[in-house]
């Protein structure tokens, strides 16, 4: 258990569509991150949070894709008008040292 | 920028000892990490290094060397539930934002065979 949970673990769309993932570490944590994994790629960084604040964006973050994290605790990240390239498996991670990863969110965009 | 290397696949027997090698060639350095990643799960992680040397964890070790940009994971006692994919990652400089974002390898896809 990496304390990090994610909702959904799966999630299927048309193109077009808006679609909002949630992650929720289950102790508070400062510092959480969102990244983005394709097929046979590792991993890429979206964006990182340090209690509410966003501080950091990745040019992958487009402008159909936003992230909060309201009250410090839980984030969500919305990606708005979904394209085909945007399926992948959405990652959220905490931890300062060594990052600690949930389950992950698998999007089709179909 | 940030560039990191390591082999697409490998297979070893199990039992044995594997080697996975990973080099990199980053504008900042401070640490490299090894993740262990089974077929539609999230990345685990394995290992942590900072400073040059061997770091030793039960049948996991990893190896730093900083003046070449290399790193690698040694396996020992190889078992069946080993394969999966291994992830080297590296952190650049502390970027003032309090970001620690990791900058990922492909990852080496790890088959252990009877």
């Known amino acids: 258990d990496t304390g990090v949970s994610q909702d959904p673990r799966h999630k299927i769309t048309k193109r077009g569509q808006n679609v909002t993932f949630r992650c929720d570490p289950i102790?508070?944590?400062?510092?959480l991150y969102w990244y983005r994994q394709t097929l046979g790629q590792g991993p890429e960084f979206l964006t990182y949070?340090?209690?509410?604040?966003?501080?950091?964006k990745s040019r992958l973050l487009s402008d159909r894709f936003s992230a909060e994290r309201p009250k410090g605790s839980f984030s969500t990240l919305e990606i708005q008008r979904t394209e085909q390239g945007d399926s992948a498996m959405y990652l959220c991670?905490?931890?300062?040292?060594?990052?600690?990863f949930g389950p992950g969110t698998r999007l089709t965009v179909l | 920028g940030q560039n990191i290397d390591q082999p697409t696949e490998m297979t070893a027997t199990e039992g044995a000892i594997v080697q996975i090698n990973c080099t990199y060639q980053t504008s900042g350095f401070n640490g490299l990490f090894w993740y262990q990643q089974h077929a539609g799960e999230a990345p685990t992680f394995l290992s942590y290094n900072v400073l040059d040397g061997l770091e030793e964890k039960g049948r996991f070790s990893s190896f730093l060397s900083r003046s070449k940009g290399y790193s690698y994971l040694l396996l020992k006692e190889l078992q069946m539930k080993d394969s999966a994919s291994y992830l080297c990652?590296?952190?650049?400089?502390?970027?003032?934002?309090?970001?620690?974002?990791?900058?990922f390898g492909k990852g080496t896809k790890l088959s252990v065979i009877p």
């Open positions: 990652a590296v952190r650049g400089i502390y970027s003032g934002a309090g970001s620690y974002q990791l900058t």
């Open positions: 991670a905490r931890g300062d040292n060594e990052q600690f």
């Open positions: 102790s508070e944590h400062n510092r």
């Open positions: 949070f340090q209690n509410e604040a966003q501080l950091e």
